[in-house]
């Protein structure tokens, strides 16, 4: 599995995870969190490791569906991108340092 993969279902978890059941987030979070492997939740849970491969799978889905309808973490990618060239303005306009200290403000608070 990639790193950008997890990296991004990692970030869907974060934003999602209460729209899951329990099992959900307890298979994820073994998954992609702890890192173990299918067999190691099937095992624990007491299930068959093609049972963890589907349900990590419907959820991965699941999770990319509500961000495709919800698109929280591209909107928190966004105001990422925009508070990092606000700073680097900064660097080369020092006569809008209040206005764009004011502005950086406002967005970290919403984070």
């Known amino acids: 599995m990639s790193l950008v993969k997890t990296t ?3 970030f869907l978890f974060d934003f999602y995870q209460p729209l899951l059941t329990d099992k959900q987030r307890a298979y994820m979070n073994l998954y992609y969190l702890e890192d173990l492997s299918l067999g190691e939740i099937a ?14 799978r419907r959820t991965e889905a699941m999770l990319e569906d ?13 105001r990422l991108e925009v508070m990092e060239e606000m700073e ?6 020092p006569k809008q ?5 004011r502005l950086l403000n406002v ?5």
């Open 43 to 56: 095992e624990e849970y007491n299930v068959s490791r093609q049972a963890v491969y589907d349900n990590v």
């Open 107 to 111: 967005l970290k608070e919403h984070d």
């Open 66 to 78: 509500y961000e495709e309808k919800l698109q929280l973490f591209s909107k928190f990618q966004k």
């Open 97 to 101: 340092v209040e206005a764009f200290k």
């Open 88 to 93: 680097q303005m900064l660097e080369h306009e």
């Open 8 to 10: 991004r279902i990692n």
